[in-house]
C-alpha cells in the first residue's frame, strides 16, 4: 500500500521493476541505439512526438530511465536525468537556464568545481556570479539583478558545512521570479530539498548514493517539463554537450541505491557520536547536528525523520602542518583514507584548503572562513565507532604534543 507522506527510504523500497525475464532485477540495456519499426516512427521520435520510445543513449536508454525514476522519487520530482558525474549535472542546468548575459546568485561555500566552473568557465560565456554569504538572506537579496536568473547552494555546503535557509531562499526565488538550484550531495535521504521549494535538485552520486567509491555519476531531478528540455535533441544541454552516464553503470548505481537508507543512519550514528565527544574533548569541530552550529535550528528544522544528522564533520587544528600530521597518522593508524570524496565505508580526511577547495584563492578562503587546519570527515561506516574514537585521538594528541 502507498502511503501519502513522501518518505524518501519507502520511495526505494517501494520500487518494483522486473527484469526482462521476471528477473529481481531489471535487465541491462546494452545498446547504444534502438531500432524502430517504421521510418515514420523514427521521424516521429526525432520530433519528440512519440513517448516511451528510445532512440539513442546519449538521450536515455532503459537502465539510465530505471535509476532516473528512482531518484525522482526519492527527491520527490516528476522526472529526473542521470549524467556522466555531479560536476556534468551541475554544468548542464547552469547552461540551460543561463544564456549569454544572465547573472548567477550563488552561495560562496560550495564544491570547488562548481565554484571554479562559475568563476572562470561561465563568464567565458557571459554568464557571470554574485558569489554570497548564503546564510544572510538580505545579502542574497541584495546580490540579485534584473538578469538574474538562478539562486544556487548546496544544502549543507561544502566543506565548511553552512546550512542554507531553503524556505527562504525559495521565498526570493518566487518574489523575482528566479529558480532555485540545490545541490543535496552531503544529505541524501536526510533533507528533501523540494519540500521547502527547490526547482531543480542536483546530487553528485559518486559521493554517498552510489557508496563504493567506484565510479562517477550525477543526477538532475525537476519537473518532468525541464528535464525534457534538458534531453531535447535541438537546444538540450544534456544532449548536446553530451556527459551521459554509462547503462551499466546505471544499473550499478541502482544496486547500491537500495541500502542507502542503512548506510545513511550508521553515518549519521558515527558522526553523531565523533562531533559530540570531539566536542567535549575540546576540539574545534564543525557539525550541523551540534546544538553550537550557526544554523542548527534551521539544519533541525529541514530533516527528514530517522536519518540522524549526517554523515559530514570537520575539527580545525591550527595550521597546514598539523592537519597534515594529523591526516598521515590517521592513515597509518587504519583510520581510513586520506583521500578526497564522501559516503565511503570508511572514513575518508583531507584538508579541503589544499584539495577540494583549492580552487577558491587564498584570500577568498580566508574570507569565508576556510582554515588552513581545516579537515573535513567523511565518516564511515565502523562497526565500532568509540574504538575508532580512541584511535583518532591518540593520533590528535600524539601529532599535536610533538609540535
Ligand atoms: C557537493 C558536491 N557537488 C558536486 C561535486 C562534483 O561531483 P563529481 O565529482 O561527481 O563530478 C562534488 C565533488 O566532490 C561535491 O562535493
Known amino acids: 500500500m502507498k502511503t501519502t507522506i513522501h518518505n524518501p527510504a519507502n ?8 527484469g526482462e525475464f521476471g528477473g529481481v532485477n531489471p535487465s541491462i540495456s546494452d ?16 520530433e519528440g512526438k512519440t513517448e516511451g520510445c528510445y532512440l539513442y543513449s546519449r538521450h536515455s536508454s532503459p537502465s539510465n530511465m530505471y535509476l532516473a525514476t528512482a531518484l525522482a522519487k526519492m527527491e520527490n520530482t516528476e522526472a529526473a536525468h542521470v549524467t556522466a558525474s555531479g560536476m556534468a549535472a551541475i554544468t548542464a542546468v547552469i547552461m540551460q537556464l543561463c544564456h549569454s548575459g544572465s547573472h548567477v546568485v550563488s552561495s560562496r561555500t560550495i564544491y570547488g568545481g562548481t565554484y571554479a566552473f562559475l568563476k572562470n568557465m561561465a563568464p567565458k560565456y557571459g554568464i557571470n556570479t554574485s558569489f554570497v554569504d548564503i546564510t544572510k538572506l538580505e545579502t542574497v537579496e ?9 539562486i544556487y547552494c548546496e544544502t549543507v555546503s561544502n566543506p565548511l558545512l553552512e546550512v542554507a535557509d531553503l524556505n527562504g531562499l525559495s521565498a526570493l526565488c518566487k518574489k523575482y521570479n528566479l529558480k532555485l538550484i540545490v545541490d543535496n550531495t552531503f544529505t541524501p535521504l536526510l533533507i528533501t530539498p523540494t519540500k521547502f521549494g527547490a526547482d531543480v535538485v542536483i546530487h553528485s552520486l559518486t559521493k554517498y548514493i552510489n557508496g563504493s567509491s567506484d565510479c562517477v555519476g550525477g543526477v538532475i531531478c525537476g519537473t518532468e517539463k525541464f528535464i525534457n528540455e534538458l534531453k531535447d535533441v535541438n537546444d538540450g544541454s544534456c544532449m548536446l554537450l553530451g556527459a551521459t552516464m554509462d547503462s551499466l553503470r ?14 545513511i543512519k550508521q553515518h549519521s550514528y558515527n558522526a553523531n557520536y565523533l562531533a559530540n565527544t570531539f566536542k567535549n574533548d575540546g576540539i574545534k569541530v564543525v557539525y550541523p547536528g551540534l ?12 530533516l527528514n525523520e530517522e536519518y540522524g544528522n549526517g554523515g559530514m564533520l570537520t575539527i580545525d587544528v591550527g595550521s597546514k602542518e598539523n592537519a597534515n600530521m594529523v591526516m598521515q597518522s590517521m592513515q597509518d593508524n587504519n583510520v581510513g583514507y586520506l583521500a578526497v570524496s564522501l559516503g565511503f565505508y570508511k572514513t575518508l580526511f583531507s584538508a579541503p584548503g589544499s584539495s577540494t577547495s583549492s580552487e577558491i584563492p587564498a584570500e577568498e578562503q580566508i574570507e569565508m572562513g576556510l582554515s588552513d587546519g581545516l579537515i573535513r570527515f567523511s565518516i564511515g561506516l565502523d562497526h565500532d565507532i568509540k574504538r575508532t574514537n580512541q584511535i583518532i585521538m591518540k593520533c590528535i594528541e600524539e601529532t599535536l604534543i610533538t609540535t
Open 291 to 302: 546544538q553550537n552550529h550557526p544554523s542548527h535550528e534551521i539544519f533541525i528544522s529541514l
Open 250 to 263: 546505471a544499473a550499478s548505481i541502482l544496486k547500491n541505491l537500495r541500502t542507502l537508507p542503512i548506510r
Open 11 to 18: 520511495e526505494i523500497q517501494d520500487l518494483q521493476f522486473f
Open 142 to 150: 541584495a546580490a540579485i539583478t534584473p538578469n538574474t536568473k538562478i
Open 31 to 46: 545498446s547504444s541505439t534502438y531500432t524502430f519499426l517504421t521510418a515514420q516512427a523514427m521521424s516521429d521520435t526525432f
